[in-house]
């Protein structure tokens, strides 16, 4: 079992800067990918980014390349999302997400991650 709790969201201007931050409970992170999704005002939820259980390999969105990175500290079982250039398309609740799996992989696939954070709001004005 884990859980996941995000903070780090809140009120920006466009053109501005944040990072989320993903805590995880549980002695077996480092076992886990971790993904970010986000749910914008009236979308499906959405693929951001994602790493590799060991941080080896990251992915990203097409929305989040240059812009976003993905990175995680295994030692304090965490894992964070540098999000810069925010515009208000990125307006959208940010939910982190751990997928168990083997190896150096990740993936973009929602359906595949087995534990949900509560999410994090990220507003951001024009």
């Known amino acids: 079992q884990v859980q996941l709790v995000e903070s780090g969201g809140g009120l920006v201007q466009a053109g501005g800067s944040l990072r989320l931050s993903c805590v995880a409970s549980?002695?077996?992170?480092?076992?886990?990918?971790i993904g970010w999704f986000r749910q914008g005002p009236g979308k499906e939820r959405e693929f951001v980014a994602a790493i590799s259980r060991r941080g080896t390999n990251t992915g990203y969105a097409d929305s989040a390349k240059g812009r976003f990175a993905i990175s995680r500290d295994n030692a304090k079982n965490s894992v964070y999302l540098q999000m810069n250039f925010l515009n208000p398309e990125d307006t959208a609740v940010y939910y982190c997400?751990?997928?168990?799996?083997?190896?150096?992989?990740?993936?973009?696939?929602?359906?595949?991650?087995?534990?949900w954070g509560q999410g994090t709001q990220i507003t951001v004005s024009s």
């Open positions: 549980g002695r077996t992170f480092s076992s886990y990918a």
């Open positions: 997400a751990a997928d168990w799996r083997y190896g150096s992989t990740w993936s973009g696939n929602e359906n595949e991650y087995d534990y």
